[in-house]
């Protein structure tokens, strides 16, 4: 499977941004899909994940209420509508693909198998 992320941008605090993650090469639709964000300095960390079917959702903390994943599995796309935008949420904002246990949304790095390259989110205060 190959994951091509896109829509990232400078936007000032408060601003929104809406990510994409276009998949392809697999059966998209077999897929839990995460997204996680690594700031300069730090470790890559969870933001979100959507189940294979889109029926269950799962969000970090810091982004609860702000951020919104969704998929359209006819379009093989993956998307994080990001809402009320702040400084802390600067980093490179990578999805990635992964083997449902179909108990749980997968929120663990370790537990995805394929891996976009990164889109670059700067908020400006």
């Known amino acids: 499977v190959q994951l091509q992320a896109s829509g990232g941008g400078l936007v000032q605090a408060g601003g929104s941004l809406r990510l994409s993650c276009a998949a392809s090469g697999g059966t998209f639709s077999r897929y839990d899909m995460g997204w996680f964000r690594q700031a300069p300095g730090k470790e890559r960390e969870f933001v979100a994940a959507v189940s294979w079917s889109g029926g269950r959702t799962s969000y970090a903390d810091p982004v609860k209420g702000r951020f919104t994943i969704f998929r359209d599995n006819a379009k093989n796309t993956v998307f994080l509508q990001m809402n009320s935008l702040k400084p802390e949420d600067t980093a490179v904002y990578f999805c990635?693909?992964?083997?449902?246990?179909?108990?749980?949304?997968?929120?663990?790095?370790?537990?995805?198998?394929?891996w976009g390259q990164g889109t670059q989110v700067t908020v400006s205060s």
């Open positions: 990635a693909a992964g083997r449902p246990t179909y108990l749980i949304v997968i929120t663990t790095s370790t537990m995805y198998d394929y």
